[in-house]
């Protein structure tokens, strides 16, 4: 079994400060984790992905996100927001090979000037 | 380039009456899935596939159905239309194996009426 929770369903930031978007899992074996972002009234798009190699994963747009397994989390971050990162953002685990994904519920990010 | 795409984009239709979302990849993806998006529940299963002929049932597939009889096109259909079944339906597509990230279609805006 899998689930993914995302603390926050809204996070809201000054353009320039750092932005954090908190993600825990829950899964029965070694997981693959995501981090997708969905612009209003568009489709989803991969920001980055973890597979079992560094823990520390470098993304699109500047964010990042650790794993972290003593804590079963994987947090997004970037350093600085810009008014384009104003997004939803979904954490997502799977562990199957057939790739069967359990989506979070997301987290509103809002960028003010 | 290779894409997936959906239509309708948008579709109004009433009560009863069937409907059939179109899914077509160029990727040439074994797998591939049908999500709903609803405000507060991110996204959910509805059916996915494996490969030609195969199909199964996800966690909100009550009402819908799939068939595959090609590797480009997951068609979904709702055999009797609900109010309930207005949503935002997502179709993906990935390669198998693990840690293979889904790519998205637009989205199909359906609104029973």
């Known amino acids: 079994a899998q689930s993914v929770t995302q603390l926050d369903s809204h996070v809201s930031v000054s353009e320039g400060t750092p932005v954090l978007l908190r993600c825990n899992y829950s899964?029965?074996?070694?997981?693959?984790l995501f981090w997708y972002v969905q612009h209003p009234n568009k489709g989803l798009q991969l920001l980055l992905k973890?597979?079992?190699?560094?823990?520390l994963v470098k993304g699109i747009n500047g964010f990042e996100a650790e794993f972290k397994k003593s804590e079963t989390s994987f947090h997004l971050t970037k350093p600085s927001a810009h008014m384009s990162d104003a997004a939803e953002y979904f954490c997502v685990v799977s562990n199957t090979n057939a790739g069967k994904s359990t989506f979070g519920d997301g987290t509103t990010l809002t960028v003010k000037p | 380039d290779a894409e997936i795409t959906q239509s309708p984009r948008h579709k109004i239709t009433e009560t009863g009456r069937q409907v059939t979302l179109a899914c077509h990849q160029t990727?040439?993806?074994?797998?591939m899935f049908w999500y709903r998006q609803d405000l507060g529940h991110g996204l959910r299963l509805i059916h996915y596939?494996?490969?030609?002929?195969?199909?199964n049932k996800g966690e909100v597939s009550d009402g819908y159905s799939v068939s595959r009889s090609n590797t480009e096109d997951l068609p979904l259909t709702l055999e009797s239309a609900a109010s309930s079944q207005t949503s935002v339906y997502f179709c993906?597509?990935?390669?198998?194996?693990?840690?293979?990230?889904?790519?998205f279609g637009p989205g199909t805006r359906l609104t029973v009426t």
């Open positions: 990727w040439n993806h074994n797998n």
């Open positions: 899964s029965s074996y070694s997981p693959s």
């Open positions: 596939s494996y490969g030609v002929q195969d199909t």
């Open positions: 973890y597979t079992s190699a560094a823990t």
């Open positions: 993906a597509s990935s390669d198998p194996g693990r840690g293979r990230e889904q790519y």
